[in-house]
């Protein structure tokens, strides 16, 4: 009975913990009413709950074990309570402060300020929990009915307070309107063209390191030609939510993407956007007890890059933009991210609207078979478990390249954007093998044999960009831009995905290594500048064609990249929004 009762107290300290879980994902997601609360609950207290209950268990045992006296505790004993609520609440209040910090940019100033007030009133509660703790040691670990009293209020106290002050939840942002792209506007004056070439997941750090040994002759020349600068990414560190932001020039809480997808917690109608950071909660998903939905360009609450330009006349190609499913009405051609795994199950995809116009499917079509005509075999050595999880986000970029150029020879585009996946995929699971200090465990067996794998893969980039600037025309301008970089991941994170069979990832970007941009033209002046963010290419895009700057977009027009020459006599113009 002794251990029973331990029981009872230790899943009363892991329903706390699960229960300041679920506070905290309300405050990330202001937009969850509280009519959706007891299904998330319910999710939480079945994982979190069970595991942290556990853990509590084990802990107290571990004592009774270790201990010279032997305590045999109540159903319901303040004595081990006060521990483990102790650090329920300060496990709480870390996680809320390490989110709130993280998710800055997700939240908009009323919620980052309710959900402020909230982490502090739970470390106030924390702290008394703790004091508590420590002054029934110190008295001599005496039955306290004032100090269990006032425990339980504080623990109410510590739920109440960041619920009262995070609210019922705000308004659904409404999705944003998009007017056609048939509109009479004329496009502004000149024939400059944008290319816009977005490399997943590529980092600085190992691109110029490799271009000043000459290894990557096309980056080498534009390092040296062109303009270059690290861009602040968001968290989450997501493509959905990173390349949202750079469509748009507005931040999450802004455009309607705060997260890759939708989350439906178990047996609930109601959607999450943010799932909390540092406890392993994209887990849920993994284990079904959380429905995950990719978002959709519907969602959007912000017009992209490519609608704006659409409406003020200027022609467009977009291909494999992260959220562009369906793929909506444009000056020009949209293929969507989604359009190569969707080809590839052999379904009708003209009903799942990857293509737009949807006259542009056949082309797309034809391309797709071309490449896989001329599809070439990795270069370099992989392991075994690596191989095809490398390879087929490769294959689909040169995919997309293929589609890219032959819609644009039909559309001529003004301006041109496509997106490349493979860096990414190859930086998550080569990263130790490209930076073998930074793990400790590489082999000198595997660096033999896979030490070069990452940097084949960054000079098959470099050719693809070697063919875009082939094809600049005279006052073209090229942008080069990675939303995020890549770092190695921590050992908790190595050792958990271990844990799950995956083949161990290397790489990671969830703590928001910052990308880059580079620019390269005659308008550009060449040189390292001063960092930047991703929802400055918006609004510098804007700026090159002649366009007004939104003031409601959270980024700024970066004229520091183009010449004196160019800039002269061309002022930053504004409007109050695009959005109508």
């Known amino acids: 009975m002794r251990y029973l009762r331990m029981l009872t107290n230790s899943v009363i300290g892991g329903a706390a913990f699960a229960l300041y879980l679920t506070v905290l994902v309300l405050q990330l997601n202001p937009r969850y009413s509280l009519a959706g609360v007891p299904a998330l609950a319910a999710t939480i207290l079945l994982s979190y709950g069970v595991h942290v209950s556990a853990a509590f268990y084990a802990l107290i045992v571990f004592r009774q074990l270790v201990a010279t006296d032997v305590i045999s505790p109540g159903w319901i004993s303040f004595r081990f309570l006060v521990w483990v609520c102790t650090a329920a609440a300060v496990l709480g209040a870390v996680l809320m402060w390490v989110n709130l910090r993280g998710f800055g940019t997700v939240l908009d100033v009323d919620a980052f300020r309710r959900m402020t007030g909230g982490a502090a009133s739970l470390s106030i509660c924390a702290a008394v929990m703790a004091a508590l703790a420590f002054g029934h040691r110190w008295a001599g670990r005496h039955s306290s009915r004032v100090g269990a009293v006032v425990l339980g209020l504080t623990l109410m ?128 998903v993994y284990l079904g007890l959380v429905r995950e939905q990719v978002h959709a360009s519907r969602d959007l609450t912000a017009r992209p890059l490519w609608n704006l330009l659409s409406s003020q006349g200027v022609s467009v190609g977009v291909v494999n933009w992260s959220v562009t499913l369906p793929a909506r009405d444009v000056r020009g051609f949209l293929v969507s991210d989604q359009f190569d795994a969707i080809q590839a199950r052999v379904v009708d995809i003209e009903g799942a609207n990857a293509v737009w116009p949807r006259e542009a499917l056949a082309t797309a079509m034809a391309a797709v078979s071309q490449a896989a005509r001329n599809e070439r075999p990795p270069t370099g050595q992989l392991p075994d478990a690596v191989g095809p ?71 098959a980039a470099d050719e693809a960009l070697g063919r875009a600037a082939d094809a600049l025309r005279p006052g073209d301008l090229l942008l080069v831009a990675s939303g995020f970089g890549m770092e190695p991941m921590s050992v908790a994170k190595r050792l958990l995905e271990r844990t799950l069979g995956n083949p161990e990832p290397s790489g990671t970007h969830e703590r928001a290594p910052d990308g880059f941009l580079l620019a390269y033209g005659a308008d550009v002046q060449p040189g390292r500048l001063p960092r930047g963010s991703v929802v400055d290419l918006a609004p510098t895009i804007l700026y090159f064609f002649g366009l007004p700057v939104a003031r409601d977009m959270d980024g700024f027009a970066r004229t520091d990249i183009f010449t004196q020459s160019f800039t002269q006599g061309r002022p930053i113009t504004y409007i109050p929004t695009y959005e109508r």
Not at 182 to 188: I, L, S
Not at 398 to 414: C, I, K, P, W
């Open 157 to 284: 106290a510590s739920l109440a307070a960041p619920l009262m002050l995070r609210g019922p939840g705000t308004e659904d942002a409404r999705p944003a309107r998009w007017p056609s792209a048939a509109t009479e506007t004329p496009p502004p004056p000149g024939e400059r063209r944008v290319v816009l070439v977005l490399l997943e997941g590529a980092s600085l750090d190992l691109l110029a390191p490799a271009a000043a040994e000459g290894r990557l002759p096309h980056f080498e020349h534009i390092l040296e030609s062109g303009a270059s600068m690290h861009v602040a990414t968001i968290r989450p560190t997501q493509a959905g939510t990173v390349w949202t932001a750079v469509a748009t020039g507005k931040l999450p809480y802004k455009n309607g993407v705060r997260s890759a997808a939708l989350y439906y917690p178990l047996g609930g109608r109601e959607a999450l956007e943010i799932l909390p950071d540092y406890c392993f909660s994209h887990i849920l």
């Open 389 to 459: 999880l490398v390879s087929r986000p490769c294959r689909s970029d040169r995919t997309y390249e293929q589609v890219m150029r032959q819609l644009d020879e039909r559309y001529a585009s003004r301006f041109l954007a496509v997106r490349y996946e493979c860096l990414d995929s190859a930086g998550h699971y080569l990263l130790r093998y490209a930076a073998p200090r930074a793990f400790g465990d590489v082999t000198d067996d595997e660096l033999q044999k896979y030490g070069s794998a990452l940097s084949s893969f960054y000079a």
